[in-house]
């Protein structure tokens, strides 16, 4: 296993660690503020890595349209994950909208040219049974 395992075991570490806290906070102050909040600390935290990466500006139209694209459905389903959130179980909204995972599986085959395994769709299956038994 390359690098890709210790980064993508980090990332489900710290979004674990953001769906716990994004609770949290909205237990204490509104949804709408806390994701302000939210935002404006990870926008310092990616502005910080993009400085020290001392990476050139590269202007491409594809690739900044695509980033563009991308952030507008972070930030509108980071909107929704915390209205349910202020509205429901942590454990279940959390559930579902880490089911994204299964979406973003099916993208990647049906436009990237990625595969899927055998086991690689019980894996899928299993992950929806899950969530349909945590929604009960």
């Keep these: ?31 709408e503020q806390s994701v ?9 935290v990616a ?15 594809r690739g900044i349209g695509f980033s563009l694209i991308a952030g507008l459905c972070i930030g509108l389903g980071t909107v929704a994950y915390y209205l349910a959130l202020d509205a ?10 880490g089911m994204y995972i299964v ?3 099916l993208l990647g085959v049906v436009f990237l040219g990625d595969s899927l395994t055998g086991l690689n769709l019980v894996g899928i299956a299993f992950a ?5 038994l945590l929604a009960q």
């Design 36 to 44: 302000i909040y939210t935002y404006g600390c990870a926008i310092t």
């Design 1 to 31: 296993m390359g690098n890709y395992f210790a980064y993508a075991v980090s990332a489900m570490a710290l979004y674990t660690g953001w769906a716990f806290f994004a609770k949290l906070s909205t237990q204490a102050i509104p949804p």
């Design 47 to 61: 502005a910080g890595f993009y400085l020290q990466s001392e990476t050139p500006v590269l202007i491409d139209p």
């Design 88 to 97: 429901g179980s942590a454990t279940i909204v959390t559930s579902i909208s």
């Design 103 to 105: 979406g973003t599986a």
């Design 128 to 132: 929806v049974g899950a969530v349909v």
